[in-house]
């Protein structure tokens, strides 16, 4: 049964409003808000329980594909009016298509809510930018490394824009959020993890000379404009830097990750 919100209003569209302005009340309330046909149906296809689907009549007719699998496990459908999801989008050019959802099961608290398996895993530290963030998580799935550590104060995973910058990959990865890292790495290393931190400098292995292969490593990525923290690269130990012949010092996040992350499959870890 599909009902009709015509008013902003709404205090289920206010809550949704709500929960895809603020990281703390996704948080305190374990839910997100997503948007766009294509990343509401992997949710619903990533077996996220969805709340609530949102959609307006031209969505309908011109998402009826995408929207199938969503209707089929979303708890309550609204058709909403062209204002009321005006209200709801934060994109330019809205598709019409909104779900509310519940916290992904792969998104956990470091170390109250589990731990990193024995695979490989890459570690990102203080990373603001949402974009970032989300094209990091999308490179990763992509290469087969199943699971991240967002370490200290990262962006939320669960932002509208990392989820659109990850095209679903926060729904199917394990996500761990550590707020230290002298717990994490003693973790890691007991479970004999080999940690490697991401640093410019000649003092650090070239990437090109690392054999990931016969390792477990975790790979550490610092924030955009500083890098990693010293108390970090110390507590690593090892430290791995791309070559570079330009000018530029340094590359952002995702650009070093994909580096990063695609020499850990190259060599057969992923």
Not at 9 to 16: D, G, I, M
Not at 104 to 130: H, M, W, Y
Not at 158 to 182: N, Q, T, Y
Not at 223 to 234: D, P
Request: one cysteine or more; a positive charge.
């Amino acid at each position: 049964m599909v009902s009709r919100i015509t008013s902003r209003k709404n205090p289920l569209v206010r809550q949704a409003a709500v929960l895809a302005d603020s990281a703390g009340r996704r948080r305190e309330e374990r839910r997100f808000f997503c948007e766009g046909a294509r990343l509401c149906e992997e949710a619903a296809r990533s077996e996220i329980a969805i709340e609530a689907c949102f959609f307006t009549e031209k969505a309908r007719e011109k998402y009826g594909k995408y929207l199938e699998a969503v209707q089929q496990r979303s708890g309550a459908l609204y058709l909403v009016e062209e204002h009321v999801a005006g209200l709801l989008s934060g994109t330019k050019t809205s598709q019409g298509v909104f779900c509310l959802c519940a916290w992904p099961q792969g998104l956990r608290d470091f170390p109250t809510g589990g731990c990193p398996a024995k695979s490989p895993c890459v570690v990102l530290e203080n990373i603001q930018d949402p974009g970032n963030l989300g094209t990091v998580l999308r490179t990763a799935e992509a290469l087969g490394i199943e699971q991240v550590v967002l370490l200290g104060s990262c962006c939320d995973p669960l932002s509208p824009k990392a989820l659109r910058a990850s095209m679903g990959a926060v729904f199917r990865l394990r996500l761990f959020l550590a707020e230290s890292a002298e717990p994490l790495c003693g973790f890691l290393r007991e479970a004999g993890y080999s940690l490697w931190a991401a640093v410019p400098g000649r003092e650090a292995v070239p990437v090109t000379n690392l054999n990931f292969s016969g390792m477990l490593p975790a790979v550490f990525i610092g924030n955009e404009g500083n890098g990693l923290t010293a108390e970090t690269i110390a507590l690593c130990g090892q430290k791995v830097t791309i070559p570079m012949t330009g000018r530029a010092e340094s590359l952002n996040a995702s650009a070093a990750s994909t580096i990063l992350l695609w020499e850990m499959r190259r060599n057969g870890t992923g």
